[in-house]
C-alpha cells in the first residue's frame, strides 16, 4: 500500500533539507508520495504556514531530524486537539541525540541514529523501533580537476568560535571546561556526561551537564583536535577550507594562512577533493561508531582520504586496501609524505575504495535497510 510522508526545511535547504530530500528520493522510488514544505525557518511567520501544510496534508509519516514529534508540535506551536498523533514519526539522528532527546517518545516513533552505539540511549526513551541509518555517497560521479583547489594536502571542515559564550564564564568554571574538554579528547569512547560524572568541578560537587553545555563543550574539543592537528603540518602544502569562524581562531596562528574560505559543498567540494592530492579527514567527537560522509564521497569523486581511525572503520572499509586511516599526529605525518611520493598507490586505493562504497555505501542501501527495521516492526 502506498504511503505517504511529510517534512519541512528552509527555503535555501540550509540545515537538514538536504538529507530530507536524500530519503524522499528514495522513497520516491519506493512508491510514497513525498511532501516538502519550504519556508524561512528564522522567520516567525513561517510556523503558522508548515502548521497549516502538515494539518492539510494529513501524512502517514512525518521526517524528522534531531527532533522528536513533541518538539515538532513545540516548535510549530500546534494545539495538543490539532497535534497528529496517528501519523508515525521517522526521526534519524544525525549528531549525538544526547544533544537532543528530553523525554520518552511517542508510541509511533521510529527512531535511527547515524552511529549505533548511542542505540542503548535511544531505546532507553521507548520508541517504537530504534535502528541505525549510518551517512553514506551522496554523489554519483568523479569530481573534475580544478587548478584552483590543487594542492598537495587539504581539509574541508568547520569550526565554531565560543569565545564570548566562554567570557561569561567565571575562571573557575573556564578551568574545568578545558579539563572535560582535554578528558573527553583522551576518552572518545564516553560522553560529556560521564566525563563530568566521573569528574567533578570539586569533590562532592557535580555540575549539571545539560544538552547546551554538552553542546558547547563537543564543539570546544572539535575546535581544539582540528586546530592542534593542522597546527603540526604547516611543513606541508596545506589548505583549510571552511566556514568563516576559523579567520576569527587562526587569527594569531600562523594557520592563518593556510585558510582559504569557505567551498560550495555541492559544486566545489568535489572538485576539492578531486584537486587535492591528499584529503585529510578529522572526524567529529561524535563519530564513535560511525564514519562521516566524507569518508564516502571522497573517494567517489576521486579523492584520496586519510581519515582519523575510529573503531567502526573496519566495518565499512578494508583498511589499507579500500582507504587508508591514521591513528597519531606522527603516524599521519608519516602517512602524509609516503602517499605524496608514490601517487599509484593513491590512484589504486581510490579505486578500490570508490567501488566499495558505489557497492555498499549508498542512500538508496541505507534506506531500503531502515525500510526493513520499520517494515519488521510494523509486521511484528
Same mark, same amino acid.
Given at each position: 500500500?502506498s504511503?505517504?510522508?511529510?517534512?519541512? =526545511?528552509?527555503?535555501?535547504?540550509?540545515?537538514?533539507?538536504l538529507f +530530507?530530500?536524500?530519503?524522499?528520493?528514495?522513497?520516491?522510488?519506493?512508491?510514497?508520495q513525498?511532501w516538502?514544505?519550504s519556508?524561512p525557518?528564522? @522567520?516567525?511567520? =513561517?510556523?503558522p504556514l508548515l502548521c497549516?501544510h502538515l494539518?492539510e496534508? +494529513?501524512p /502517514?509519516w512525518i521526517l524528522?531530524?534531531?527532533?522528536s514529534?513533541?518538539?515538532?508540535y513545540?516548535?510549530?506551536?500546534i #494545539?495538543?486537539?490539532?497535534?497528529?498523533?496517528?501519523? +508515525? %514519526?521517522? $526521526?534519524w539522528?544525525?549528531d549525538d541525540?544526547?544533544?537532543y532527546?528530553?523525554r520518552?517518545f511517542?508510541?509511533n516513533?521510529?527512531?535511527?541514529?547515524f552511529d549505533?552505539?548511542?542505540?542503548?540511549?535511544?531505546k532507553?526513551?521507548n520508541p517504537h523501533?530504534?535502528?541505525?541509518? #549510518?551517512l553514506a555517497?551522496d554523489?554519483?560521479?568523479?569530481?573534475t580537476f580544478d587548478?584552483?583547489f590543487?594542492c598537495?594536502l587539504?581539509?574541508?571542515?568547520g569550526?565554531?568560535d565560543?569565545?564570548k559564550?566562554r567570557a561569561q564564564l567565571p575562571p573557575?568554571?573556564?578551568s574545568?571546561? /578545558?579539563r572535560?574538554v582535554e578528558?573527553?579528547?583522551?576518552?572518545?569512547?564516553k560522553? *560529556?556526561f560521564?566525563i563530568? @560524572?566521573?569528574n567533578p568541578?570539586?569533590?562532592?560537587?557535580?555540575?549539571n551537564?545539560n544538552?547546551l553545555?554538552?553542546?558547547y563543550?563537543y564543539w570546544?574539543?572539535?575546535n581544539? !583536535?582540528?586546530?592542534?592537528?593542522l597546527?603540526e603540518?604547516?611543513?606541508?602544502?596545506?589548505?583549510?577550507y571552511?566556514?568563516?569562524?576559523? @579567520?576569527?581562531?587562526?587569527?594569531?596562528?600562523p594557520?592563518?594562512?593556510?585558510?582559504?574560505?569557505?567551498?560550495? #559543498?555541492?559544486? @566545489?567540494?568535489? %572538485?576539492?577533493?578531486?584537486?587535492s592530492?591528499?584529503n585529510?579527514n578529522i572526524?567529529?567527537?561524535?563519530c564513535r &561508531?560511525?564514519?562521516?560522509q566524507?569518508d564516502?564521497?571522497?573517494?567517489?569523486a576521486g &579523492?584520496f582520504?586519510?581519515?582519523?581511525?575510529v573503531?567502526?572503520?573496519?566495518?565499512f572499509?578494508?583498511p589499507? !586496501?579500500e582507504s587508508? *586511516?591514521w591513528?597519531?599526529?606522527d603516524?599521519? +605525518?608519516?602517512? $602524509?609524505?609516503?602517499y605524496?611520493k608514490y601517487?599509484k598507490?593513491?590512484?589504486? $586505493?581510490?579505486?578500490?575504495?570508490r567501488?566499495?562504497?558505489?557497492?555498499d555505501?549508498?542512500?538508496?542501501?541505507?534506506i531500503e535497510?531502515?525500510?526493513?527495521?520499520?517494515?519488521?516492526s510494523?509486521s511484528a
Amino acid at each position: 500500500m502506498s504511503q505517504s510522508i511529510w517534512t519541512y =526545511s528552509d527555503g535555501e535547504d540550509r540545515g537538514f533539507g538536504l538529507f +530530507k530530500r536524500l530519503v524522499f528520493q528514495q522513497l520516491q522510488a519506493h512508491g510514497w508520495q513525498t511532501w516538502m514544505a519550504s519556508a524561512p525557518l528564522l @522567520e516567525p511567520a =513561517s510556523k503558522p504556514l508548515l502548521c497549516q501544510h502538515l494539518l492539510e496534508k +494529513k501524512p /502517514d509519516w512525518i521526517l524528522l531530524i534531531n527532533q522528536s514529534a513533541s518538539q515538532l508540535y513545540e516548535y510549530l506551536e500546534i #494545539p495538543d486537539d490539532l497535534r497528529p498523533h496517528d501519523a +508515525k %514519526k521517522w $526521526i534519524w539522528y544525525l549528531d549525538d541525540p544526547h544533544f537532543y532527546i528530553d523525554r520518552l517518545f511517542e508510541s509511533n516513533e521510529y527512531v535511527f541514529s547515524f552511529d549505533d552505539t548511542y542505540l542503548d540511549f535511544i531505546k532507553q526513551h521507548n520508541p517504537h523501533a530504534c535502528g541505525c541509518l #549510518p551517512l553514506a555517497c551522496d554523489i554519483n560521479s568523479t569530481g573534475t580537476f580544478d587548478s584552483r583547489f590543487s594542492c598537495d594536502l587539504s581539509f574541508v571542515g568547520g569550526v565554531i568560535d565560543q569565545s564570548k559564550r566562554r567570557a561569561q564564564l567565571p575562571p573557575q568554571m573556564q578551568s574545568y571546561i /578545558d579539563r572535560l574538554v582535554e578528558l573527553q579528547l583522551e576518552n572518545r569512547d564516553k560522553t *560529556f556526561f560521564q566525563i563530568a @560524572e566521573e569528574n567533578p568541578i570539586e569533590p562532592g560537587k557535580q555540575i549539571n551537564i545539560n544538552a547546551l553545555v554538552a553542546h558547547y563543550l563537543y564543539w570546544e574539543a572539535n575546535n581544539l !583536535r582540528r586546530v592542534k592537528v593542522l597546527e603540526e603540518l604547516q611543513e606541508f602544502d596545506l589548505r583549510i577550507y571552511g566556514n568563516q569562524d576559523w @579567520e576569527i581562531m587562526l587569527k594569531d596562528s600562523p594557520l592563518i594562512n593556510c585558510f582559504y574560505g569557505p567551498v560550495d #559543498p555541492i559544486n @566545489e567540494l568535489p %572538485k576539492v577533493f578531486a584537486s587535492s592530492k591528499i584529503n585529510l579527514n578529522i572526524h567529529s567527537v561524535q563519530c564513535r &561508531g560511525s564514519l562521516n560522509q566524507r569518508d564516502f564521497n571522497a573517494p567517489v569523486a576521486g &579523492g584520496f582520504l586519510l581519515s582519523d581511525w575510529v573503531p567502526a572503520a573496519g566495518r565499512f572499509f578494508d583498511p589499507g !586496501r579500500e582507504s587508508i *586511516f591514521w591513528s597519531s599526529v606522527d603516524d599521519l +605525518k608519516n602517512k $602524509i609524505a609516503y602517499y605524496l611520493k608514490y601517487p599509484k598507490e593513491r590512484r589504486r $586505493i581510490i579505486k578500490q575504495g570508490r567501488d566499495r562504497v558505489l557497492r555498499d555505501h549508498t542512500y538508496p542501501q541505507r534506506i531500503e535497510n531502515a525500510l526493513q527495521v520499520i517494515n519488521q516492526s510494523i509486521s511484528a
